[in-house]
C-alpha cells in the first residue's frame, strides 16, 4: 500500500517568510509525528499527534512553528517568518492507533527546506 | 528527558565484515529500541526493532542485543554488502507509543 507522502519536497524560501509542509499518513494510522533532521544530525521531535487528543508538542523550537492535524488525517507543519537555521529536512512519520500491538513508526521521505 | 548516544560516527567495514554499531540510553524506563536504516535523500526505513522484554533479536544478516542494566543496545550487521551502506540511527521510547528519541546517527561504508 501507499507510505507516508510529504509535499513539498523541496521548499526554498528566504528569510522571514512563512511556510507550509504538508504530511499524508498511511491510511488507518491514527498517530502522526513531525521530526526534524538538520545537515549531519539525529532525528529531533517537534510534535505528536494521536487521534483526538491533544497534541504533544513538547519539542517545537519555537512559537514560530505550529501544526494542525484536519480531521484524524493530513498534517500541515507551519513555520512563521522563517530563519537560516530553519533549514532542516523536516520528517513525518505515521504509526497505528495507541494501544495496537505493532505501533513501529513509519517515515515519509522528507521535505527539505531551505532558507536563504 | 531520554538522551541517547551512538557510537561511532562513521564506520567503514570491507565488504563480507561485519558491523557492530552501539548506541546508550539514560532513561530507565525506555522499553522500546528501533534501528533505522536511511539511504541519501530517503526517509529513515525501519529495519529491526527490540522491546525490553527481549535480550536478543535476529532477521538474517541484522542482529541487535539489549543490556537493560547497562542500558545500552547494539547492532551487528554480519556478512556486509555494499548496499549496506547507509546511515544507521538508534531510537529508544518509554512506553508503547509516542516521540522516539534518536541517535546522532552512523555513517556505514561498505567497501567492495
Known amino acids: 500500500g501507499a507510505g507516508v507522502s510529504q509535499s513539498p519536497s523541496n521548499k526554498v524560501t528566504e528569510k522571514g517568510k512563512d511556510v507550509e509542509l504538508r504530511c499524508d499518513p498511511i491510511?488507518?494510522?491514527?498517530?502522526l509525528y513531525w521530526y526534524r533532521q538538520s545537515l549531519g544530525q539525529g532525528l529531533e521531535f517537534l510534535i505528536y499527534?494521536?487521534?483526538?487528543?491533544?497534541?504533544?508538542k513538547s519539542g517545537l523550537p519555537s512559537d514560530r512553528f505550529s501544526a494542525e492535524r484536519t480531521g484524524g488525517s493530513v498534517s500541515t507543519l507551519t513555520i512563521q517568518r522563517t530563519q537560516q537555521e530553519d533549514s532542516a529536512v523536516y520528517l513525518c512519520a505515521s504509526s497505528r492507533p495507541q494501544g495496537a500491538p505493532e505501533n513501529e513508526q513509519f517515515f515519509g521521505p522528507g521535505t527539505r527546506l531551505t532558507v536563504l | 528527558g531520554e538522551n541517547v548516544e551512538q557510537h561511532p560516527s562513521t564506520l567503514s567495514v570491507q565488504e563480507g565484515d561485519s558491523a557492530v554499531i552501539k548506541c546508550t540510553y539514560s532513561?530507565?524506563?525506555?522499553?522500546?529500541f528501533p534501528w533505522y536504516k536511511q539511504e541519501l535523500g530517503k526517509g529513515p526505513q525501519l529495519i529491526i526493532d527490540i522491546r525490553s522484554n527481549v535480550g536478543e533479536k535476529k532477521d538474517q544478516r541484522i542482529a541487535v542485543t539489549l543490556n537493560k542494566t547497562a542500558k545500552h543496545f547494539s547492532l551487528h550487521i554480519t556478512e556486509t554488502q555494499p548496499e549496506d551502506s547507509a546511515v544507521y540511527f538508534c531510537?529508544?521510547?518509554?512506553?508503547?507509543?509516542?516521540?522516539?528519541?534518536f541517535g546522532a546517527g552512523t555513517q556505514v561504508v561498505v567497501t567492495p
Open positions: 531510537a529508544a521510547r518509554a512506553g508503547s507509543w509516542g516521540k522516539l528519541q
Open positions: 491510511s488507518g494510522h491514527t498517530a
Open positions: 532513561d530507565s524506563a525506555s522499553n522500546y
Open positions: 499527534f494521536q487521534g483526538n487528543s491533544a497534541p504533544d
